[in-house]
């Protein structure tokens, strides 16, 4: 059973929004940093945000001002709302969670890194 489920990927114009979704189940929910990273073809994987549950958001240069990060603690779900999106947006978006002091949590770099990985949402921008 997979323990990171996500939803809400799709294609959208340049400019427009999506709000992708991830559900923790089992140990998963146990996580105290859930977050997204992206891999897109050709290009490095980047973790694109992640919340620490006792307080504090991270994001990438790429996304800052136009991505926002929550996280519903009762349903150990974390949103990723993503507006004016543009072209380079365009990759798999995987939700990943774990355990965590929360400098690593939000020090960005590959703070994923180990981390339990969703199964990935497609995200496609186009112009």
């Known amino acids: 059973q997979a323990e990171l489920v996500e939803s809400g990927g799709g294609s959208v114009q340049a400019g427009g929004s999506l709000r992708l979704s991830c559900a923790a189940s089992?140990?998963?929910?146990?996580?105290?940093?859930m977050g997204w990273f992206r891999q897109a073809p050709g290009k490095e994987r980047e973790g694109v945000a992640a919340?620490?549950?006792?307080?504090?958001?991270y994001y990438s240069d790429s996304v800052k001002g136009r991505f926002t990060i929550s996280q519903d603690k009762t349903t150990m779900t974390v949103y990723l709302q993503m507006n004016s999106l543009k072209l380079e947006d365009t990759a798999m978006y995987y939700c990943?969670?774990?355990?965590?002091?929360?400098?690593?949590?939000?020090?960005?770099?590959?703070?994923?890194?180990?981390?339990?990985w969703g199964q990935g949402t497609q995200v496609t921008v186009s112009s």
């Open positions: 919340i620490w549950t006792g307080g504090g958001t």
């Open positions: 990943a969670a774990d355990r965590t002091s929360a400098a690593t949590c939000l020090g960005g770099g590959y703070w994923y890194s180990g981390f339990r």
């Open positions: 089992g140990h998963a929910r146990s996580s105290n940093c």
